[in-house]
């Protein structure tokens, strides 16, 4: 079984397009992130939420959106998207906010053509 | 300046060799010291994690943290094709609640 599963796996799309990328994690985790791995291979995070509730919101445009509905999903939406935009974004979970094991989903590849 | 600098590398062994990777940070608030390895088109996992300035072995792997110089490094012994990988190293502040990610460094161990 995937611990931590996102969709779509591959995302190509036009600038000024609305996407959105889907997360689950099936360990019972309380809180969840979503992290944007560049080019360089710099991994920076973007979101946590712990069950359900908004704690780290990094200098991220307010195009980027996180949304969870329960504590097993994080989803995360873009609007008008920017050619800068193009990464890998990666959700992940773990226990609690303190010092745990973070488990990572496969990533998504975005490409802003 | 970042909060945390890693060594850029590639970096590339022959097999058996012993490898040493390195961090360094700024912030003396940050509490916990974790390696990661990320395989191509895969996403992180945790390799170890330690609090405390000194040595942790496991298997192959050691960390070794000296946070008087903020300096922490992760060594491999008898390296193998399988390490290939990206190393990112991660230093937690669990007061921020969160973990900031050095820039990784590519290792090729080759047969």
């Known amino acids: 079984d995937t611990a931590v599963s996102q969709t779509p796996k591959y995302l190509v799309t036009q600038m000024g397009n609305d996407k959105s990328i889907k997360c689950e994690q099936n360990?019972?985790?309380?809180?969840m992130y979503w992290y944007k791995q560049d080019s360089k291979k710099f991994l920076k995070i973007m979101f946590s939420y712990n069950n359900k509730e908004l704690i780290i919101n990094e200098t991220v445009p307010n195009r980027f959106s996180p949304k969870s509905p329960d504590k097993a999903h994080l989803n995360l939406h873009i609007n008008s998207l920017e050619l800068g935009d193009s990464a890998v974004y990666f959700c992940?979970?773990?226990?609690?906010?303190?010092?745990?094991?973070?488990?990572f989903g496969p990533g998504t590849r975005l490409t802003v053509t | 300046q970042k909060e945390v600098e890693q060594d850029p590398g590639p970096l590339s062994v022959p097999e058996g060799a012993i490898v040493s990777l390195n961090c360094t940070y700024s912030n003396s608030a940050f509490q916990y010291f974790m390696w990661y390895r990320q395989y191509s088109r895969k996403g992180p996992e945790l390799l170890m994690y330690t609090y405390s300035s000194g040595n942790k072995e496991d298997g192959r792997f050691t960390a070794q943290v000296d946070k008087s110089s903020k300096y922490i490094s992760l060594f491999i012994r008898d390296s193998q094709p399988s390490d290939s990988a990206t190393y990112l190293c991660?230093?937690?502040?669990?007061?921020?609640?969160?973990?900031?990610f050095g820039d990784g460094t590519t290792l090729t161990v080759k047969p």
């Open positions: 991660a230093i937690h502040n669990t007061n921020a609640g969160k973990s900031t």
């Open positions: 360990l019972g985790h309380d809180t």
């Open positions: 992940a979970s773990s226990l609690w906010t303190g010092v745990n094991e973070q488990y």
